[in-house]
């Protein structure tokens, strides 16, 4: 599926919400960036108490960032939760090589397993169309750990995501990337 060249904000939340409201539970991989803010609050206004945004925490994460997450999921009532990744202590990461993204990845899976186990649920990124033109070996980790990109499947790239985001008035519309 692609995005429309003239998909506006409404038709485009609109098609986020039918593809959300076949999921039963979600679990939301949520970094507080403009994607994963957007599919976070998406899932919580369509899904409610049966979607959980998780963020990894490590030190590769900015306190100020945290920070922003954690304000940003508190501010829309949507349920967040933190969990301790080890990227850090992977070999694998710490080779800072092309892959890199891949091991963050694995950890943030790895990390969120006891929640998606317990909870049934199936764990969905912000993963928009403009992230598939790209070298992104986190997405191998996705395919890997099955996990859903509702942005995809609804069509939506870069500008889309952050036109909507502004539509719903949600301030991580004009986030940098």
């Known amino acids: 599926m692609h995005a429309l060249p003239e998909l506006d904000p409404v038709t485009g939340y609109a098609r986020l919400r039918d593809i959300l409201a076949a999921r039963g539970q979600l679990i939301v991989a949520y970094s507080g960036g403009v994607d994963s803010a957007l599919l976070a609050y998406a899932a919580h206004d369509v ?83 403009d992230d598939l033109g790209e070298h992104r070996p986190g ?10 990109a509702p942005l995809v499947d609804a069509g939506l790239d870069k500008r889309a995501v952050r036109e909507i985001s502004a539509s719903l008035g949600l301030r991580t519309a004009d986030k940098p990337a």
């Open 47 to 129: 899904l409610g108490g049966k979607a959980v945004a998780v963020t990894a925490v490590s030190a590769s994460l900015s306190v100020t960032e945290r920070r922003a997450a954690r304000a940003f999921a508190q501010e829309h009532g949507i349920a967040h939760v933190e969990v301790a990744t080890d990227e850090l202590d992977r070999e694998e990461y710490a080779r800072n090589d092309g892959s890199r993204c891949f091991w963050c990845k694995t950890a943030l899976f790895e990390a969120i397993e006891p929640i998606r186990v317990l909870s049934g649920a199936q764990v969905a990124l912000g993963t928009n169309l």
């Open 139 to 148: 997405l191998a980790a996705a395919r890997e750990h099955a996990a859903l």
